[in-house]
C-alpha cells in the first residue's frame, strides 16, 4: 500500500479513539468541513500546513499520519519555521546540492525553486520523498523536530 493513503485510515482510526466528528474537527484545525471529508473518503490529503495543524492537534507525528511509522507517541513538537528558510538552512547542512537532490529524488527544479522562494509548499508525496531520501523524519525535514 502506497505511504499516503494511510493516511485516512490513520485519521478516522484517531477520530474513532478520541471520539471526534468531522464538524467538531473542521471547527478545531479551521478548515472546511469538505476538506476533512475528502481526506476520510481518501480523494484528497491535506497540505503540508493542514497536516501540521492535524499532528499537533492530536500530538502525533507527521510521519505516523503518513505511514512512515507504525508508532504514534503523544510529543509536543516545535513551531515550524517556514519551510523556504528551513529547507535552505537543511540542504546546507546536509552538504549537498539542490541539482543533486532533484536529480536523485525526481522531484523537478521548478519545484524546488517555488519553495525555496516561498510560492509554494511541498505536497505530501514530495516530503515522504525527500524524507525517504536524506533518512529522516518529515517532522525533522520540516523543522518540528530537531
Not at 523537478?108 to 525527500?130: G, M, Q
Request: charged share 25%; hydrophobic share 35%; glycine share 2%.
Amino acid at each position: 500500500m502506497e505511504k499516503t493513503t494511510i493516511f485516512y485510515e490513520r485519521l478516522k482510526d484517531i477520530m474513532f479513539e478520541k471520539n471526534i466528528s468531522v464538524d467538531f474537527l473542521a471547527n478545531e484545525l479551521s478548515v472546511d468541513i469538505s476538506s476533512i471529508y475528502k481526506w476520510l473518503r481518501n480523494t484528497e490529503l491535506p497540505s503540508m500546513n493542514n497536516l501540521i495543524k492535524i499532528a499537533d492537534y492530536f500530538s502525533c507525528s507527521i510521519d505516523y499520519l503518513l505511514g512512515r511509522s507504525s508508532i504514534s507517541i503523544s510529543v509536543k513538537y516545535k513551531k515550524c519555521p517556514p519551510f523556504n528558510i528551513h529547507i535552505q538552512t537543511f540542504i546546507k547542512k546536509q552538504n549537498i546540492t539542490e541539482y543533486r537532490i532533484c536529480k536523485d529524488t525526481k522531484i523537478s527544479r521548478a519545484n524546488f525553486y517555488t519553495w525555496k522562494t516561498a510560492k509554494h509548499i511541498p505536497l505530501p508525496d514530495s516530503l515522504i520523498r525527500l524524507a525517504d531520501y536524506f533518512d529522516c523524519s518529515i517532522d525533522y525535514l520540516i523543522g518540528r523536530e530537531d
